[in-house]
Nanobody
């Protein structure tokens, strides 16, 4: 599976961005999809995930109520709508595909190249 993330950029605090990740290669609908992020000097952390049909969604506590993950299997794409952005959301955001959220959290599966999100105060 090849993953291509896009949609990052510079936004002021309180603003919104929508990230997209398009997959190619293997059958997209077979995989759980997730978003992770890594801020400078910090370890990569889980942000959100959706199982194969999107009816099992998980979020990190830090983004609950502000971020929404969704997927369109017909377009082989997963999205991350980010609202009410905070400076602490600044990071490189990576999309991932794997058999489960736990697998992705253990660095198993496939990873995209990352897209930079910068939130200014």
């Amino acid at each position: 599976v090849q993953l291509q993330a896009s949609g990052g950029g510079l936004v002021q605090a309180g603003g919104s961005l929508r990230l997209s990740c398009t997959a190619s290669g293997r059958t997209f609908g077979n995989y759980a999809m997730g978003w992770f992020r890594q801020a400078p000097g910090k370890e990569r952390e889980f942000v959100a995930s959706a199982n194969w049909n999107g009816d099992n969604i998980k979020y990190a506590d830090s983004v609950k109520g502000r971020f929404t993950i969704s997927r369109d299997n017909a377009k082989n794409t997963v999205y991350l709508q980010m609202n009410s952005l905070k400076p602490e959301d600044t990071a490189v955001y990576y999309c991932a595909a794997g058999p489960s959220t736990a697998a992705m959290q253990n660095n198993l599966g496939y990873w995209g190249q990352g897209t930079q999100v910068t939130v200014s105060s």
